[in-house]
């Protein structure tokens, strides 16, 4: 049984209207999507205030009454060109295993939170989290009168974690409220070559200055 | 006239078209794929699948050959199918297997463009116990520029990222909407920030920032996240001179390099009397609606750190449609909400950061379900087809 008895083969005109209202559709929606977008106005919920943030780092030629971070750098220790990430400053130490990447980070008020962060670093050499700071094995330290924390992670999983060793020296410092991240990270014999040079340059920290001290 | 159009369409019509328009379509699927390799997978979507014609590398140091986009070979694939069914092929039962087929794969095609062209995707990213009333793209940013003077809200005007990355150096994007023009001196599809008293002299010599953020730190242009990067997204950033009537306002960094950790990246910029805030930020889209993150789960399989399960209890609460409900979003579990006026939406659970941040997805796609009707006829057409031929052959065998 056919629709159509007629054999031989012919241009329909139910299937050219077809074609072109098909055609019509996708050409139409291609070029509505070519269209540019322009500048938007709207009224949007309040948001929050604006409130100035803390100074990021040591400015050049900015009249300012901050000093900058100054600190004493171990003599084989070089910096890391176009800097990395968010961090202030970083460098490398040099390891036959591979070098030691070592970063100085400053953020507003605890970061997002020391828990959190310490789950973070220990999620990056792969060990799982902790459930309270207290879990956490860490040796004090003073960094320019500061009390901080040593932390020493070294990787369960060999080079296959993202990182083998994670030396982090974290400054939460309520003069003004930011937190001061030192953190180096690589193979496990060259952090380890390095360890005691990192604890002295986080030691030999001088933080700015700010008002109220 | 039918043999006029017929003759027309012939050579529209021919199969060897459809073998070309098939080889050309696996070498842009396998450019394509291997694209990933550099760009973000969003990028390559746009640049390679929903666009008309691309310059595409050829491996050879850089050089680049044009070549149809995705959208021109569909195309092209429709034109091809329909005119064949034109000249060639005829309206009988014996042949209604293949009009399905044909029928999926022409709903298929077009149910992509459509979805290119409607559908969205946001994400809201939640701290527990914190709420949002915006979503935010993060394939895409936007130069905001906020008025705060109004007591109950903020008047926001925002210039599109297409605007910022596309305009010719020294033209500057002026609108009436706008408080003063914007001169994008320099645009980092990707970008990280350092500290300026660390940054390289060269890199200090050369800052163009005069005011704001740019003052302390200096954005440094990193190569685009790619596809294989899973969880990597481009933070740009760009260099801006603003100037009204002629006066220069200063040149500013905007980046929103230090919105993922928490810091104030909006920027205080004095137009006469009046203080305006500017941000580049993922584009927002703003909801009738308000999300608050109650609880966060994330279960891992006992003595490892593979994740079982994690969920969002959240509070959803819509003045719109008088609706005020705790909702568990959690795998396979997402939450449909239709504001009033508006298309409906799906949150899926997305990821997390943390233990108490979720990330939810927000869809709307409006053609969601073309992809299941179309593969759904094409089934049908190949059932129906090898079922009757299947039916002849044991039909004859009979005989």
Same mark, same amino acid.
């Given at each position: ?37 322009? &500048? *938007?106005?709207? /009224?949007? !919920?309040? @948001? ?10 040591? =400015? ?80 004090? &330290? *003073?960094?320019? /009168?500061? !009390?901080? @924390? ?10 296959? =974690? ?52 | ?399």
């Amino acid at each position: 049984m056919t629709l159509h008895t007629k054999r031989n083969p012919r241009t329909r005109p139910g299937h050219l209207w077809l074609m072109s209202a098909t055609c019509l559709v996708f050409v139409l929606g291609v070029l509505s999507g070519c269209d540019d977008e322009s &500048v *938007r106005f709207y /009224q949007a !919920p309040k @948001g929050p205030a604006y409130v100035p943030p803390a100074p990021i780092g040591p =400015a050049v030629g900015q009249a300012t009454t901050e000093q900058p971070i100054t600190w004493n750098l171990p003599d084989d220790w070089r910096p890391m060109p176009g800097g990395s990430g968010m961090a202030l400053a970083s460098f490398t130490a040099p390891g036959e295993a591979g070098p030691a990447k070592v970063t100085v980070t400053v953020l507003s008020g605890q970061a997002g939170g020391i828990l959190a962060n310490i789950n973070r670093w220990r999620g990056q050499v792969g060990l799982g989290p902790v459930h309270a700071i207290e879990e956490q094995p860490m040796t004090g &330290v *003073r960094v320019d /009168q500061s !009390p901080a @924390g040593l932390i020493d992670l070294t990787s369960t999983q060999g080079t296959t =974690a993202g990182v083998e060793r994670m030396l982090v020296v974290l400054v939460p410092r309520q003069q003004d409220n930011r937190t001061w991240f030192f953190k180096m990270t690589g193979p496990n014999d060259t952090v380890a070559r390095h360890k005691q040079a990192f604890i002295g340059f986080v030691q030999s920290v001088s933080f700015p200055e700010t008002p109220d001290e | 006239m039918n043999k006029q159009i017929k003759k027309i369409l012939a050579p529209v019509a021919s199969l060897r078209l459809t073998v070309v328009l098939f080889a050309l379509a696996m070498v842009l699927i396998l450019v394509g794929t291997v694209a990933q390799k550099d760009m973000g997978n969003w990028a390559v979507v746009n640049e390679y699948f929903r666009s008309l014609w691309l310059w595409m590398p050829i491996g050879l140091g850089g050089v680049r050959v044009p070549f149809v986009g995705g959208y021109t070979i569909g195309g092209l694939m429709i034109v091809n199918l329909l005119a064949a069914h034109a000249v060639r092929f005829k309206l009988t039962w014996k042949r209604a297997g293949i009009i399905l087929t044909h029928a999926g794969l022409i709903l298929l095609i077009l149910g992509e463009v459509l979805t290119g062209l409607f559908a969205v995707e946001w994400q809201i990213q939640l701290d527990e116990g914190k709420s949002a009333n915006f979503a935010v793209d993060i394939r895409e940013v936007e130069l905001a520029v906020v008025d705060p003077s109004p007591a109950d809200h903020d008047n926001v005007v925002v210039v599109p990222q297409s605007m910022l990355e596309d305009r010719a150096p020294g033209l500057p994007i002026s609108d009436p909407q706008l408080p003063f023009e914007v001169q994008v001196l320099r645009w980092m599809p990707n970008s990280a920030v350092t500290g300026l008293g660390m940054a390289e002299p060269s890199l200090r010599e050369n800052n163009p920032a005069t005011d704001g953020l740019g003052k302390m730190v200096i954005a440094v242009p990193q190569p685009r996240a790619s596809g294989v990067e899973a969880g990597r997204v481009d933070f740009p950033a760009a260099y801006i001179r603003l100037s009204r009537a002629g006066r220069d306002l200063g040149t500013w960094l905007v980046t929103q390099n230090l919105e993922r950790l928490g810091s104030e990246t909006r920027q205080p910029v004095r137009v006469g009397d009046k203080t305006y805030l500017i941000e580049l930020r993922f584009r927002r889209d703003y909801k009738p609606y308000t999300i608050t993150l109650i609880d966060f789960k994330h279960d891992k399989f006992v003595g490892t750190e593979t994740p079982k399960n994690f969920s969002s209890e959240i509070r959803l609460v819509d003045p719109t449609v008088n609706e005020d409900r705790t909702v568990l979003i959690y795998m396979n579990h997402p939450l449909r909400h239709r504001p009033l006026n508006s298309r409906g939406e799906t949150f899926y659970q997305s990821g997390y950061v943390g233990e108490t941040t979720t990330i939810l997805q927000v869809v709307r796609n409006p053609s969601w379900l073309m992809p299941y009707i179309a593969c759904s006829l094409v089934a049908l057409g190949l059932i129906v087809h090898f079922g009757a031929m299947l039916w002849k052959f044991v039909g004859r065998t009979r005989r």
